[in-house]
């Protein structure tokens, strides 16, 4: 699924809701730990009371909404603590997806993963919701060739959790200085070249310098 569901078919009441509520927790329109008022919400979404229901039980399903016993649903927190358990969980899981894809993958994977890059590379950073669409693109494409559903499902949720932090990333002035599109490039070269151990120490540094800021900005 694209970020803000770009390029899809109609879809019903419920996942317009839900896509469009998910857009606003990502994008920090709605605030971590904002308490989500179903009245509130039918009125911004133009909807009913029953398709808001159901999209914020979806979205606690994706751990970006939290269900609050007897008292609704809140934003998910964000936090240090929060941004380091999913920077770890996904260094972990991708670690060994990406390994598993390179190893299993075959040309039809290769070329897809050079097209994303291609498509990444294309875009102009200050389109940032974009730029984050086809960022999630290209990373999933270097985990996809790993043939395990589930391990793809993980990776996938870690990744939107982490999409909020990301947008505080790349509307700073100092994130701003760092070579990222370098950074993709290593990746898919190493990728490309099926060197597991190099891929897997460049995707993990794309990733820490990101956190190392992060954990900055949070502290």
């Not at 897809?112 to 294309?122: G, N, P, Q, R, T």
């Not at 290593?186 to 990728?191: D, M």
């Not at 490309?192 to 995707?203: E, I």
């Amino acid at each position: 699924m694209l970020l803000f569901g770009a390029d899809q078919p109609p879809k019903s009441a419920t996942h317009r809701a839900y896509l469009e509520l998910r857009r606003k927790i990502i994008t920090g329109q709605i605030a971590p730990s904002e308490r989500l008022k179903v009245e509130d919400l039918k009125a911004q979404l133009n909807t009913g009371a029953a398709p808001v229901r159901e999209a914020l039980s979806l979205l606690t399903s994706d751990q970006l909404v939290e269900r609050l016993d007897q008292r609704g649903f809140r934003a998910a927190p964000a936090g240090r603590d929060h941004f380091q358990e999913i920077l770890n969980l996904r260094c972990t899981l991708e670690d060994l997806a990406l390994r598993d894809s390179l190893r299993l993958a075959g040309q039809d994977w290769e070329e897809a993963l050079v097209i994303a890059h291609h498509h990444l590379s294309k875009v102009d950073r200050s389109d940032t919701d974009l730029f984050e669409e086809r960022h999630r693109v290209f990373h999933m494409q270097l985990l996809a060739g790993c043939g395990s559903a589930i391990l793809l499902k993980f990776c996938a949720q870690l990744y939107d959790l982490n999409i909020r932090y990301r947008y505080l990333a790349i509307r700073s002035k100092t994130y701003a200085r760092r070579d990222v599109a370098a950074e993709h490039k290593a990746i898919l070269e190493a990728a490309v070249a099926r060197d597991a151990d190099t891929a897997s120490a460049r995707l993990m540094d794309h990733y820490r310098k990101t956190g190392a800021f992060l954990s900055e900005q949070l502290a």
